[in-house]
């Protein structure tokens, strides 16, 4: 099976062994692929290599797997607007009488976390969740899916990881009890500031009422907004005394506010939004969730193109471990070290 290096993937094998131009020895056959034989692959000019049908079939199974992987895309985005309109309607239970019903939450969140415990594409999620536009109800699908997500790269528990993902999920309920002139603003201040940061509190009691065994899921509305410094609300309470599932959820609420913008208004690269995700992991935000965050995000990204600073167009071909946002890029038929190249910042990735 004949494959451009550039669409190779981590476990594809070589079939036969691999030679450069000038006839040197580069990898032997059987050798399971992985970043670093990319790297090398393409540092040594070769286009093309010979790998086993991946998935141990032939390129038919492999088409039909590509097939397959479409459906289940198309399938996984019925799942969303699901649970996206399940949520509009606990919303205004709890904006109607205080308290939701549990088991609708269960029922519309589960069957997606239990759909994506197989196929864990991460960057086509967060990519097809940005393009929606933004209210609170798809904001707080994103952030139980992506708080998912961080909790599963932290070895938790499968039911840790459920209840961690609700946690999410519910973690910005307290809005129903925010007037809605407030919640359409985009910019707040003084009182109506004031009104908007109660949603913490609002949310730890609607929540209380209406899961009365479990208190950590409460916690993660009060507490999601908190920072590990003590410069959060509602609280101001410092690292210790934040929950672990607080923490995540914290992550995940801030990554995907800053990766969505209201009313289509521009918003930074999710390249620029790792980097501040990153920045706050020394000190604001848990660093333990923030980097399981970028530590598992950037890796998928090998393979994109990419927007430099100085206004190449390149490909990603090998993540530096020791400096993460600085990779090796392909630029045409030469390759830039970012990692050398300091002034040269990748400024924007391209999924199509």
């Known amino acids: 099976m004949k494959t451009h290096v550039m669409e190779l993937k981590a476990g594809d094998r070589l079939r036969e062994d691999t030679f450069n131009g000038a006839g040197l020895h580069i990898l032997p056959k059987g050798t399971v692929i992985q970043t670093e034989e990319i790297?090398?692959?393409?540092?040594q000019s070769i286009d093309y290599v010979d790998i086993d049908p991946r998935d141990g079939g032939s390129e038919e199974a492999y088409s039909s797997n590509v097939a397959d992987s479409i459906g289940f895309s198309q399938e996984l985005r019925k799942n969303f607007d699901k649970t996206i309109q399940a949520f509009q309607a606990i919303f205004?239970?709890?904006?109607?009488?205080?308290?939701f019903n549990q088991s609708m939450v269960d029922e519309q969140l589960l069957p997606t976390l239990e759909a994506l415990d197989d196929?864990?594409?991460?960057?086509?999620?967060?990519?097809?969740?940005?393009?929606?536009?933004?209210n609170i109800y798809n904001h707080s699908l994103q952030v139980g899916l992506l708080s998912y997500y961080i909790a599963t790269w932290l070895g938790y528990s499968?039911?840790?990881?459920?209840?961690?993902?609700?946690?999410?999920?519910?973690?910005?309920?307290?809005?129903?009890?925010?007037?809605?002139s407030i919640k359409n603003k985009t910019e707040l201040q003084g009182e109506e500031l004031e009104e908007m940061r109660r949603h913490t509190h609002y949310g730890y009691e609607i929540i209380r009422e209406s899961i009365k065994d479990?208190?950590?899921?409460?916690?993660?509305?009060?507490?999601?907004?908190?920072?590990e410094d003590g410069s959060g609300y509602p609280m101001g309470t410092g690292?210790?005394?934040?929950?672990?599932?607080?923490?995540?959820?914290?992550?995940?609420?801030?990554?995907?506010?800053?990766t969505t913008s209201p009313r289509?208004?521009?918003?930074?690269?999710?390249?620029?939004?790792?980097?501040k995700v990153y920045e706050l992991g020394f000190g604001k935000l848990n660093e333990r969730a923030v980097q399981a965050l970028t530590q598992n995000l950037l890796p998928n990204f090998i393979g994109k193109r990419v927007q430099l600073s100085n206004g190449e167009n390149a490909t990603i071909v090998y993540n530096n471990p020791t400096d993460i946002f600085k990779p090796l890029v392909k630029v045409d038929d030469f390759f830039r070290d970012l990692a050398r190249e300091r002034e040269i910042e990748i400024v924007e990735i391209f999924f199509e």
Do not use: F, W
Request: charge should be positive.
């Open 39 to 43: 790297a090398l692959l393409i540092r």
């Open 158 to 180: 499968r039911e840790e990881c459920h209840e961690i993902s609700k946690a999410g999920y519910l973690h910005d309920i307290g809005k129903s009890r925010v007037r809605q």
């Open 92 to 99: 205004l239970e709890a904006l109607t009488t205080g308290k």
């Open 214 to 227: 479990n208190k950590t899921i409460a916690l993660a509305a009060l507490q999601h907004h908190e920072y």
């Open 119 to 134: 196929r864990k594409n991460i960057t086509t999620l967060l990519y097809m969740l940005s393009n929606d536009d933004v």
């Open 264 to 275: 289509r208004q521009p918003h930074d690269s999710l390249i620029t939004v790792l980097r």
């Open 239 to 258: 690292r210790t005394e934040i929950h672990p599932y607080s923490q995540i959820v914290a992550v995940a609420n801030a990554y995907v506010e800053m």
